[in-house]
């Protein structure tokens, strides 16, 4: 088989297309039609999600005074006390 070419999704009996079967870490060098809009799409969430989560941190720090390892602690010891 040539490394270039490679087999097209065939469906299966209940019509599903699947990718055909990758060698261990080939899709890390090879091209692929990825949804390039779609990959960028999620990554921009990921990093708005990230960016509140890190807000709320800091907002949470300058309410109780506590880090976050002590705002986690707290936490544990009201839920568990």
Not at 48 to 77: D, N, P, S, W, Y
Request: no cysteine.
């Amino acid at each position: 088989m040539n490394r270039d070419r490679r087999p097209a999704a065939s469906p299966d009996k209940e019509g599903f297309l699947y990718e055909p079967v990758e060698r261990f870490g080939e899709s890390m060098t090879s091209p692929k039609p990825w949804n390039k809009a779609a990959l960028a799409g999620v990554e921009l969430l990921n990093g708005r999600m990230a960016m509140m989560g890190f807000a709320a941190a800091i907002a949470g720090e300058l309410l109780t005074g506590k880090g976050m390892v002590g705002q986690l602690a707290a936490m544990l010891h009201w839920y568990l006390g």
